[in-house]
C-alpha cells in the first residue's frame, strides 16, 4: 500500500485514519529531537568545545550508519569526561525546549485515558524533568556516572541494564504495555531516528516526527511539518 499525504507535511501508509485515540492504551516517546528541540549529548559536548565531534557521531548513528547504538554512546559519552554537572543543568535551562504540539499530544492522551512513556537513548537529568514538565507516568533513560561534581565519560548501570537502545526501547515499550494489561497494537510509538525503530516497529501505530528518510519510510505516519499535535489530526 503506498502512502497517501494526508494533509499537507503529514503522510499515512498502511492504515486508513481517522482511528480512535481511546483504542490505545499507552503512548510512547522519544526524547531528543522528538519530545524536546535538541539531542541533550551534543549541547553537553558544546559545553567542552566537542559538539561537532559528538554531533557528527549522533548524526550518523540516527541515520542507521553506525549500527551498535550502544557503542555509540559510549564513544559519546567518553568524550564528555570532566565536563562540569553543572553544564547539564544550563543545557536544560538555556537550550532545551518542548517540540511544538508536544504538550497538547501529551494533554489530549492523557484526556483519552492513555498512560505516557518517555524512553530516550539520552539521559536521565534530562528525561526525569522533562517526565515532571509534561506529567509523562514512565521515563527509562541512560544515567550518566559522576564524581566530584564532574562527568566521569561513563555510563551507569541500572536495573534493567546499562544503556537504553534500540532492543532497549523495544523491550520498555512492551514491558510496560503488559504492565498495563495492554497489547502491542494498543500502543503508540513516536520517535525520529534509527534506535526508534524497534519499538515503532511493534506498536500498533508507529509515527515518524521530523524524522531520517529510513524512519518516515517505515512509519505508519510521518509528520514532516508542523508540531506533534499534527497526529491529532489523524484520530478521533
Given at each position: 500500500m503506498s502512502s497517501t499525504e494526508f494533509a499537507p507535511g503529514l503522510v499515512v501508509q498502511r492504515f486508513t485514519p481517522p482511528l480512535a485515540l481511546a483504542d490505545f492504551k499507552l503512548i510512547a516517546f522519544d526524547m531528543d529531537s522528538t519530545?524536546?528541540?535538541?539531542?541533550?549529548?551534543?549541547?553537553?559536548?558544546?559545553?567542552?568545545?566537542?559538539?561537532?565531534?559528538?554531533?557528527?557521531?549522533?548524526?550518523?548513528?540516527?541515520?542507521?550508519?553506525?549500527?551498535?547504538?550502544?557503542?555509540?554512546?559510549?564513544?559519546?559519552?567518553?568524550?564528555?569526561?570532566?565536563?562540569?554537572?553543572?553544564?547539564?543543568?544550563?543545557?536544560?535551562?538555556?537550550?532545551?525546549?518542548?517540540?511544538?504540539?508536544?504538550?497538547?499530544?501529551?494533554?489530549?492522551?492523557?484526556a483519552a485515558s492513555l498512560k505516557v512513556l518517555l524512553v530516550s537513548g539520552g539521559f536521565t537529568?534530562?528525561?526525569?524533568?522533562?517526565?515532571?514538565?509534561l506529567g509523562i507516568d514512565f521515563a527509562r533513560s541512560n544515567l550518566l556516572d559522576e564524581a566530584d561534581g564532574q562527568l566521569t565519560g561513563r555510563v551507569v548501570q541500572q536495573a534493567w541494564g546499562d544503556i537504553c537502545d534500540g532492543a532497549e526501547k523495544r523491550r520498555t515499550l512492551l514491558e510496560v504495555a503488559s504492565l498495563l494489561g495492554a497489547s502491542a497494537q494498543e500502543c503508540i510509538a513516536v520517535g525520529d531516528g534509527a534506535n526508534d525503530l524497534p519499538m515503532m516497529g511493534e506498536a500498533g501505530l508507529s509515527v515518524a516526527f521530523h524524522a531520517k528518510p529510513k524512519v518516515r519510510e517505515q512509519a505508519m505516519v510521518a509528520i514532516n511539518e508542523g508540531g506533534l499535535d499534527r497526529l491529532l489530526e489523524l484520530l478521533r
Open positions: 519530545l524536546i528541540n535538541i539531542e541533550c549529548i551534543d549541547e553537553i559536548a558544546d559545553a567542552v568545545g566537542k559538539k561537532a565531534e559528538v554531533a557528527a557521531i549522533t548524526e550518523a548513528t540516527m541515520r542507521g550508519e553506525i549500527k551498535d547504538f550502544k557503542e555509540s554512546l559510549r564513544r559519546r559519552v567518553a568524550l564528555l569526561e570532566g565536563v562540569p554537572v553543572s553544564a547539564l543543568q544550563q543545557v536544560y535551562d538555556e537550550r532545551l525546549q518542548l517540540n511544538p504540539g508536544a504538550s497538547e499530544l501529551v494533554a489530549a492522551c492523557k537529568f534530562f528525561a526525569n524533568r522533562v517526565k515532571a514538565r
